[in-house]
């Protein structure tokens, strides 16, 4: 499957309904979810097990799905969005299992971890404990984080992980919250895989 066809069925996934700004709960854009799961493709990641944390309403765990990923974990806490990522993924023919509870509580191994965790906008380090859950359970790890975050992501992870690759990305964020402002904010962002050790 090419990365564009992938992008448009990506664009077919529902969003949160009732999106949570203290869980900093943005939908990820079809386009930035369709340039990481190419990535992790391109790389041949996609190969094995795949937990998408913090799932949302499942647009990497269902991207995963659609290139041909067999074993899909996707966990998050809001069963509400639990509810919305199961019918997308029945809507787009991918089957996964959803387990609803906080990151940090979910054990396994994995070949594979996706991510998009919380910025840490509303509540700074809320980003730690899903790079702490991902070097604990994955052995490669795809993250999306705020645009020069390289030198924490380094420090933070030294003798865990390493970074592997750093992918500068433009994040599409629509209207969500009363307090923004534009319709659609284009926000500079990094793809980071990395490999733990």
């Not at 090419?2 to 529902?14: A, S």
């Not at 924490?152 to 865990?160: E, K, T, V």
Request: proline share 3%; glycine share 10%; with cysteine.
């Amino acid at each position: 499957m090419k990365k564009r066809k992938l992008e448009m069925l990506l664009e077919q996934v529902e969003g949160f309904r009732s999106p949570d700004v203290r869980r900093e709960q943005y939908a990820t854009p079809a386009v930035v979810a369709a340039e990481l799961l190419y990535f992790a493709y391109m790389n041949g990641d996609l190969m094995g097990t795949v937990a998408d944390l913090g799932c949302g309403t499942g647009i990497l765990a269902i991207g995963a799905g659609l290139l041909g990923t067999k074993k899909i974990i996707g966990i998050d806490s809001d069963i509400g969005a639990l509810k919305i990522a199961k019918q997308n993924a029945k809507r787009l023919g991918v089957e996964i299992e959803w387990v609803c509870c906080d990151v940090r509580d979910f054990c396994g191994r994995f070949d594979t971890v996706v991510m998009n965790p919380p910025f840490g906008a509303q509540e700074k380090g809320s980003d730690r404990p899903f790079l702490d859950k991902a070097l604990e359970i994955g052995s490669v790890i795809y993250s999306i984080h705020n645009a020069g975050s390289a030198d924490f992501i380094r420090g933070y992870i030294d003798g865990r992980g390493k970074v592997t690759d750093i992918v500068a990305l433009k994040f599409p964020m629509r209207h969500t919250f009363k307090f923004h402002r534009k319709e659609i904010a284009l926000i500079n962002v990094e793809l980071y895989r990395i490999i733990r050790k």
